[in-house]
């Protein structure tokens, strides 16, 4: 399963991917074109298009429920997380 973790500002989303055996990083605009840009990224970058891949966000209000929105209209798995849980188990 690839993974996928988005910090979410409001105007940008700073992810972090492990991809089959690889990391990467990269950063998107909080829009819709950002969204197409990361989807494209992530069609570019995975090894496996078609293996699941689980996205994490941390719970920042409305800034992040748009990406979460495509990215699951995508078929992705979406976690949405209160942000005191990440960091209580970091």
Do not use: Y
């Amino acid at each position: 399963m690839d993974i996928l973790g988005i910090d979410v500002c409001k105007q940008r989303l700073d992810v972090a991917s492990l991809l089959g055996e690889r990391c990467r990083q990269a950063v998107f605009a909080n829009t819709e074109v950002g969204f197409g840009e990361l989807l494209r990224w992530l069609g570019q970058h995975r090894p496996a298009p078609d293996a699941p891949l689980h996205a994490c966000m941390e719970a920042t209000g409305n800034w992040g429920l748009d990406v979460a929105e495509v990215l699951h209209g995508a078929g992705m798995t979406i976690s949405i997380v209160n942000p005191s849980r990440i960091k209580a188990n970091g």
